[in-house]
């Protein structure tokens, strides 16, 4: 099986989720930065909003006391809002790493097999494009050698 797309038409791919658990545990690692970057937040906040009532005295009054929970009440929303964001961007952003390792490891396995005949192409972007081409060298120094 040789792995190239037709002259005419670059490789596409066509499905975002191709290393299910590569893509996964980079999208788990975002959003615990996130959570950790949100109660942060959170926290720096409320210490504000406190020193802030205390500062004017204003921690009897209950329009100032509303407001300043209004604020920390947003920024606690911000992990639901966002959340799906940085997930959809996790994999985006895997993407590009997750599709060329299947396709470099499927051509590696057919060359332990002894098929040289390998030939990777990639998307103009992808991450690993260097290793690919180092594959195809590879390939095409071991189809001279076994030919001699």
Same mark, same amino acid.
């Given at each position: 099986?040789?792995?190239?797309?037709?002259?005419?038409?670059?490789?596409?791919?066509?499905? $975002? !989720?191709?290393?299910?658990?590569l893509?996964?545990?980079? %999208?788990? /690692?975002?959003?615990?930065?996130?959570?950790?970057?949100? /109660?942060?937040? $959170?926290?720096?906040?409320?210490?504000?909003?406190?020193?802030?009532?205390?500062? *004017?005295?204003?921690?009897?009054?209950?329009?100032?006391?509303s407001?300043?929970?209004?604020?920390?009440? *947003?920024?606690?929303?911000? !992990? $639901?809002? =966002?959340?799906?964001?940085?997930?959809? =961007?996790? =994999?985006? $952003?895997?993407?590009?790493?997750?599709?060329?390792? %299947?396709?470099?490891?499927?051509?590696?396995?057919?060359?332990?097999?002894?098929?040289?005949? %390998?030939?990777?192409?990639?998307?103009?972007?992808?991450?690993?494009?260097?290793?690919?081409?180092? =594959?195809?060298r590879l390939?095409?120094?071991?189809?001279?050698?076994?030919?001699?």
């Amino acid at each position: 099986m040789v792995m190239s797309a037709s002259p005419l038409r670059p490789y596409r791919r066509r499905r $975002l !989720l191709v290393d299910r658990s590569l893509q996964f545990r980079f %999208v788990r /690692v975002l959003l615990l930065v996130l959570c950790f970057l949100t /109660v942060a937040a $959170l926290a720096g906040v409320y210490l504000a909003l406190q020193a802030t009532l205390r500062t *004017f005295e204003l921690s009897h009054d209950p329009v100032a006391v509303s407001l300043f929970s209004t604020v920390g009440l *947003f920024v606690a929303m911000e !992990l $639901l809002v =966002i959340s799906p964001l940085v997930a959809w =961007i996790g =994999i985006l $952003l895997t993407h590009k790493v997750a599709g060329p390792l %299947v396709r470099i490891h499927a051509a590696v396995a057919q060359m332990t097999q002894g098929n040289y005949d %390998v030939h990777l192409k990639l998307r103009k972007g992808d991450a690993l494009e260097d290793l690919a081409q180092a =594959i195809n060298r590879l390939a095409s120094s071991l189809r001279s050698r076994r030919s001699a």
